[in-house]
């Protein structure tokens, strides 16, 4: 029989459990492990933080036309420079991040919520229930997220509102068939019999049982999407079908000045470009470290 030796033994007994570790020494070993997503939640920190401080931290009104500053070059008055209306690009940039995290925040929350719900009943009744859930799932899922949302908006009119419910309807099957995946195998194990032994009802064993061992794929699915939804968005908007002026939106701010002063005034148009670039980046960094992070089979192999 192996032995082990009174130096290892004391190790063990005096080693800081995990649970036990302060916060900013968990802090820093996440960092070490992870990164780009430490790098992608810095940027979605910092994008969440300019969308609450617009006011503070922006010189310019983002909706007052001032036509004697029309297409003025990032100087010291304008830092990324003023619009075709004259209004601060850098003002409009900043305060379109409460469009964009709005637009994508709100969208992930209701359509996950809806998909969870819907994932786990599929899983839970199985039989023809999800059968015919998952048929109908297929035809929603035959459309590409873009081409679907475009249907609903054009169907229900321009507007933030609508935006959001034309990103929440491609959503709803992707996220359900993501999270059902994942209860058909908890539905196996046996103390979901148990519960029903005990006479537990559906809809407890469904909300109380089942939809909290699903959280890891469904919260890395809902970070991942609201890169896509502000995406979305963008090309919304940018298409003429999304968030109107005067509202300040990414997409609007390229749909202004993407062709028209692409050589004239090329900033109208990239730093609009490159506040979306970021923002999506940062949404994947953060969900591709958070899969690492909470999937049990990548955390067991590093």
């Known amino acids: 029989m192996a032995t082990v030796s009174q130096g290892s033994l004391a190790v063990a007994m005096f080693e800081e459990p995990a649970a036990f570790k302060p916060w900013h020494v968990k802090l820093r070993e996440t960092a070490r492990k992870q990164p ?96 015919i859930f998952q048929r109908v799932m297929d035809v929603f899922m035959a459309f590409p997220l873009v081409i679907m949302a475009l249907a609903v908006v054009s169907i229900l009119g321009t507007g933030t509102e609508n935006v959001i419910l034309a990103i929440i309807v491609p959503f709803v099957p992707r996220c359900a068939r993501v999270v059902r995946s994942s209860a058909l195998q908890i539905r196996e194990i046996p103390y979901i019999d148990a519960a029903k032994a005990c006479g537990f009802g559906h809809a407890r064993i469904i909300l109380r049982h089942m939809a909290p061992n699903v959280m890891a794929p469904f919260l890395i699915m809902v970070t991942a999407f609201v890169g896509q939804a502000i995406l979305t968005e963008a090309s919304l908007s940018y298409l003429g079908l ?45 969900g591709d470290a958070l899969r690492d992070v909470l999937d049990p089979r990548l955390r067991s192999s590093q």
């Open 36 to 131: 780009i997503g430490v790098a992608g939640a810095l940027i979605v920190i910092l994008m969440i933080l300019m969308a609450i401080f617009a006011g503070v931290v922006t010189p310019y009104d983002p909706i007052v036309n001032s036509y004697e500053h029309m297409l003025v070059p990032p100087d010291g008055n304008f830092v990324f420079g003023t619009d075709m209306l004259g209004r601060d690009v850098y003002s409009r940039i900043v305060y379109g991040a409460r469009t964009a995290l709005f637009v994508g925040f709100a969208s992930a929350a209701v359509g996950g919520f809806f998909g969870l719900i819907l994932g786990v009943s599929s899983a839970y009744f199985g039989g023809l229930f999800d059968l």
């Open 242 to 286: 999304g968030v109107q002026e005067p509202t300040p939106a990414w997409g609007l701010m390229l749909q202004g000045g993407a062709e028209e002063f692409a050589e004239s005034a090329p900033w109208v148009a990239v730093f609009p470009g490159l506040a979306i670039t970021l923002a999506v980046f940062g949404f994947n960094l953060f």
